[in-house]
């Protein structure tokens, strides 16, 4: 079911990616509005901060874009994720950098399709009031 929704996602990050807007300097993104979730949620594990997001943000994400990480690996200092409220105000971004079928983020890999697909379904299904 993983592969296919992974599959079936595709066409969905593109519409982001078209929607992803840059602020007036040039600067960081901001999140624009998020497409709706599709038909796939209704099949989707349901995922929330407490039982998916907080830990794959901090095995993931956090070794650079926590507040309190000391070597960032050039990652902005903008860009952090240690409370749900961060996540939400980047959502679209992370969803178009760390998700689809050439994710860049993490650079150096090691995330399965699987939790991909969960970090996708936890961003875009609306389960977690966390992030709304």
Known sequence: MHARLVVALAPVILAVASL???DDDGG????PIVVPAPDWCDQAPV???ANFGQSFLLENCQPC??????DRHEAPASVIFDTPEDVLLR???ILLMATGESPAMPPAG????????RLEAWLRCDF???LR
Do not use: F, I
Not at 28 to 31: A, F, R
Not at 65 to 70: D, R
Not at 110 to 117: I, K, N, P, Q, T
């Open 20 to 22: 992803h807007a840059c």
């Open 28 to 31: 960081e993104p901001l999140d």
């Open 47 to 49: 995922t929330t901060w």
């Open 65 to 70: 874009h926590a507040s309190t990480s000391v």
């Open 91 to 93: 959502k679209s971004g």
């Open 110 to 117: 090691g995330v399965s399709a699987e939790d991909r697909a």
């Open 128 to 130: 977690d009031p966390e």
